[in-house]
């Protein structure tokens, strides 16, 4: 007997939101065929039950790149980058280039392509050495688990990329980050200057 197709493509669903189950997960068959499908993005379940979708930043993302910052309060732009900032810096790429060690991943809510929810971003050091990275997640999607899931995105890259170190710099007030850095394995330098470098050892 023949099931009718839209049944079918509902089951379909389901198996691959299942296979994504906790967003630490390893893919399952059916996540990489949707990660081909619709150029490498993967479906994860938010520890609070939110579906969302990371991808590689494309160009047209500059407009939601845009909104997101218009939406984070003061202090997280100031934590973000390590003062007071009322624009979006000119220096936040959007395209994706390997040969200058510039890569960025977001997450957007399911279906949802142009909200985006958080950005993590990483950029190759003189040394080739080491990446420098940074994020931000929405101001009002705080201790849901992005902030978590966008740094293992960056670590998982950047070991790929065959690269000896991931590190930061951090706001000394950032407790956020630095709790969120320490449990993610990075080591947190004393604070000198109004700063913590964060280091994770990648090999
Ligand atoms: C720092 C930041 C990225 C954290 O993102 P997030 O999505 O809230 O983090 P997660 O929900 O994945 O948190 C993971 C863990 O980090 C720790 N953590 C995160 N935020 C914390 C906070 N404000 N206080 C204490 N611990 C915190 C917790 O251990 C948390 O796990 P738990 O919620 O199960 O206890 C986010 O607050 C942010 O974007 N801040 C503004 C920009 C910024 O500071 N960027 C960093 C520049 S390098």
Known sequence: MRRPRHILAAFAAMLV???????SAAPAAGAIAARA???YRERLLLPKGQRVEMRP???????????LFDRMSAYDREMRYLGPTKQLPKAEFVRNDRARGE???VVTPAGKRDTILGVVRSWTLPDKARAEYALMVDSTMHRQGLGRVLTQKMIDYA???GLRQLVGIVHSENDGMKALARK???????PAGGIHEILLRLR
Do not use: N, Y
Request: proline fraction near 9%.
């Open 37 to 39: 499908k619709f150029h």
């Open 159 to 161: 070991r790929h990329r």
């Open 184 to 190: 993610m394995g990075f080591e947190v330098s004393p």
């Open 57 to 67: 930043i494309m160009p047209s993302d500059l407009p939601g790149l845009q909104r």
């Open 103 to 105: 890569m960025a991943f």
């Open 17 to 23: 939101w299942a296979a994504c189950a906790t967003a």
